[in-house]
C-alpha cells in the first residue's frame, strides 16, 4: 500500500511517544514492501534547538516530506492542514492521522475522497497544559476523530468506552509496543551524576503537567533512604512547571533532575534502576511504562486505567494523586527488596510477550486495508500460531 501519517512532532526523533510509534510502525511497513510517507513539522526540537536532527528526505526507505509552521497555538493547526492538502494530492491508499490535534483535518481528507485511519494515543483535551481554545480544538479533532474518520483507533479499553459514549461510535483498541532491550552497566550515569545499581528511584518522560511529578517529589521527600531520586527528561517550551519541580526538591540532595536525556545514557537509567515510578494524572498507554518493564524493572505506578490495563498485576500501584498513598508505597517498596525483587523478576517476560511492534503493525496494515480488527484479536491469532506451530 501507499501509504501516509500526519500529527507527529519529527522522525528520527525522542520527542515523545507519538514519535517513537510514527518511526517503529514506518519502519516495519516499509520492511514488508509497503511505500510509506510522514509529513514531519518544521521548526525545533521541542526541548530545544540544540537536540535538532538533521533535515531527512529518506530515512530507512521512509519518505519524509518537511511541513513548514510557526510557533504557538497555530503550529498544529497550520501543519496539519497543509500536511493534509499535500496528501490529497498524492494519491495515497491510507492517510494515518495521529493524535487529536492533526486529527481536526480529517473532514478536509475526506472531502478529497481519502481513506482515513485516526489513531487516538491520549484524551488530548483534558491534558494539563492545555486550556481555553486549545482545549476546545483538541476536542473537535478527537470529535472528527471519532465520527469522520473511516476507523478510529484508541489505546486503552478506558479511552474506548470515554469515545465510544461520548460520539455514539465502536473505536478499535490498539496498542504500543516494545522490543527486548539490552542491558547496560552505569558508566555514563556513574560518571554524571554517581549513579550506581539499585541506589535509585527512576522517572523518565517529558516534564508536564500530568505526569504528576510533584506528587512523587513530596512523597519521596517524606521517605526514610539513602537511595536517590532521579527526574530524567526535558520540559517542553513552558518551563514553569519544571521550575516548579525544582522549587519542591529544592534542600533534598538525594534529588536529581537529568534534564533531557537519550541514547545509552536512557538505557543506563532504565537498567539499573531499583523502582521505576510512573505517578501520570493522564496517559494513553506511556512507552516509558512498556520500556521500564522491558527492562526487568519493579513499576510503582498511579491506578489510572491506562496504566493499570497495562500492567494487570505485574507492578504495584497508588491511588492517582493521593500522596499519603505513595509515600506509604514508595517506602515499603524501598524497605522490602523481596518484594522488589518478585516485580522485578516477573516483569519483562509479561511485557514482551504481550506488547510487540511487529504484531501492531500486523493490526495496522490490515486496518489500513479495510479488515477492521482489533489489537487482541491480532495478538490471539499470533499466540494460536505459535502453538500450532509448537505442537508440530
Same mark, same amino acid.
Given at each position: +500500500? ?12 525522542? *520527542? ?23 509529513? &514531519? ?21 521512509? =519518505? ?15 501543519? #496539519? ?32 475522497? /481519502? ?42 479499553? &478506558? ?22 532491550? %539490552? ?7 556513574? *560518571?554524571?551524576?554517581?549513579?550506581? %545499581? ?5 522517572? /523518565? ?18 521517605? #526514610? #533512604? ?18 516548579? /519541580? ?36 493522564? *496517559?494513553? +498507554? ?18 489510572? $486505567?491506562? =496504566? ?29 527488596? =523481596? /518484594? ?8 519483562? $517476560? ?43
Amino acid at each position: +500500500m501507499k501509504i501516509a501519517i500526519i500529527g507527529h512532532k519529527r522522525i528520527p526523533s525522542n *520527542e515523545g511517544g507519538i514519535e517513537k510509534g510514527v518511526e517503529q510502525h514506518a519502519v516495519r511497513m516499509v520492511q514488508r514492501g509497503n511505500d510509506v510517507t510522514v509529513y &514531519n513539522r518544521g521548526g525545533h526540537n521541542v526541548f530545544g534547538k540544540e537536540f535538532d536532527g538533521k533535515k531527512l528526505k529518506k530515512y530507512k526507505g521512509i =519518505n519524509i516530506v518537511t511541513v513548514p509552521t510557526v510557533k504557538g497555538a497555530a503550529c498544529v493547526p497550520i501543519y #496539519s492542514f497543509l500536511a493534509t492538502i499535500h496528501a490529497a494530492f498524492s494519491r495515497y491508499d491510507c492517510v494515518s492521522f495521529r493524535a487529536s490535534g492533526s486529527c481536526a483535518m480529517i473532514p478536509l481528507a475526506k472531502l478529497f475522497g /481519502l481513506r482515513v485511519v485516526a489513531s487516538l494515543h491520549g484524551i488530548d483535551s483534558q491534558r494539563d497544559k492545555w486550556g481555553g481554545f486549545a482545549s476546545k480544538y483538541l476536542e473537535f479533532g478527537e470529535r472528527m476523530a471519532a465520527t469522520k474518520a473511516d476507523v478510529c483507533l484508541v489505546l486503552s479499553k &478506558n479511552m474506548k468506552e470515554y469515545i465510544d459514549t461520548k460520539y455514539g461510535v465502536n473505536s478499535i483498541l490498539f496498542a504500543n509496543g516494545i522490543d527486548k532491550p %539490552k542491558s547496560h552497566a552505569p558508566e555514563i550515569i556513574k *560518571e554524571k551524576y554517581g549513579l550506581e %545499581k539499585n541506589e535509585y528511584i527512576l522517572s /523518565l518522560g517529558r516534564i508536564v503537567p500530568e505526569k504528576g511529578l510533584q506528587y512523587l517529589i513530596k512523597a519521596f521527600r517524606e521517605c #526514610s #533512604s539513602d537511595r536517590k531520586l532521579v527526574i530524567a527528561g526535558g520540559s517542553e517550551s513552558n518551563k514553569d512547571y519544571y521550575n516548579q /519541580l525544582l522549587a519542591l526538591a529544592e534542600g533534598d540532595e538525594r534529588i536529581i533532575f537529568t534534564g533531557y536525556v537519550y541514547g545509552q545514557e536512557v538505557q543506563e537509567l532504565y537498567s539499573n534502576a531499583y523502582i521505576f515510578a510512573l505517578p501520570s494524572n493522564l *496517559e494513553g +498507554m506511556a512507552n516509558a511504562l512498556l520500556e521500564a518493564m522491558s527492562y526487568g524493572n519493579c513499576c510503582l505506578i498511579s491506578d489510572i $486505567p491506562e =496504566n493499570t490495563e497495562v500492567v494487570h498485576d505485574k507492578a504495584l500501584s497508588f491511588e492517582k494523586g493521593n500522596e499519603t498513598d505513595l509515600q506509604k508505597k514508595l517506602q515499603m517498596l524501598l524497605d522490602d527488596e =523481596n /518484594l522488589v525483587r518478585k516485580y522485578k523478576k516477573e516483569a519483562a $517476560p509479561y511485557i514482551l510477550d504481550r506488547y510487540n511492534w511487529d504484531i501492531v503493525v500486523d493490526q495496522m496494515l490490515r486496518v489500513y486495508a479495510g479488515d477492521v480488527v482489533d489489537y487482541n484479536t491480532v495478538l490471539q491469532e499470533r499466540e494460536s500460531r505459535n502453538g500450532v506451530i509448537q505442537s508440530k
